[in-house]
Each structure stands twice: as C-alpha cells, then as structure tokens.
Nanobody, 117 residues
Framework: QVQLVESGGGLVQAGGSLRLSCAAS????????MGWYRQAAGAQRELVAS???????IYADSVKGRFTISRDNAKNTVYLQMNSLKLEDTAVYYC???????????WGQGTQVTVSS
C-alpha cells in the first residue's frame, strides 16, 4: 500500500519559517519524481516546487528564493523548507509522486500551513 504522509504544517507569523516533510512508503522512492503543491481556499491546486526527471528543481515564481525542495532517498522523504513566509502562502500543502511527470501517481493527505500577520 502506497502512502505519502506530510507533516510539519502549522501556524506561523509572517516572515517566519516552516519545514514540511513527506515520508513515502510502498514505492521505490528513488524512482519517483517528487513535488509539492498547495491549494488555498477557493483556489485551484498549484505547483509549488518539484524535481524534474533530470534531477533539477523548479519553483513557482511566487516562492522562488524563499522555498527550497530537497529529498533524502535513504529516508524516503522529501522536504520543503519555507522561509520568509507571507500571508498568501496560507494553504493546504500536498506532496505528490510521479513516475512520468507531469502526471502524479500518488498524493499525500495534505498539511495545513497558516501564515498570520
């Protein structure tokens, strides 16, 4: 059974930092392209950050220079370091695993990030 379990969300003041983690099980983690997405209330889900099949990283323009995606294949975990958080970063954050991007094969349940003023 495949599971992607996010953690690390919470309430943080604007300007603060959070690190999200997504632990994967039931898949050959190193074979999958991992990414982070978010969905704010009333909005569509959007890509935040992702690896490419070639191992590079891509970021939404709104988070470039503030967020960093990383992965630890030994721990089957992908991370999202979020710095200088803004009110508009408030959303549910999801991790996803794709064998052949951009189609994601598996999704986590999401973790809420709330940025307050």
């Amino acid at each position: 059974q495949v599971q992607l379990v996010e953690s690390g969300g919470g309430l943080v003041q604007a300007g603060g930092s959070l690190r999200l983690s997504c632990a994967a099980s039931g898949i050959i983690f190193s074979s999958y392209v991992m990414g982070w997405y978010r969905q704010a209330a009333g909005a569509q889900r959007e890509l935040v950050a992702s690896f490419t099949r070639g191992g590079k990283t891509i970021y939404a323009d709104s988070v470039k220079g503030r967020f960093t995606i990383s992965r630890d294949n030994a721990k089957n975990t992908v991370y999202l370091q979020m710095n200088s958080l803004k009110l508009e970063d408030t959303a549910v954050y999801y991790c996803a695993a794709a064998m052949w991007p951009p189609k994601n094969d598996y999704w986590g349940q999401g973790t809420q990030v709330t940025v307050s003023s």
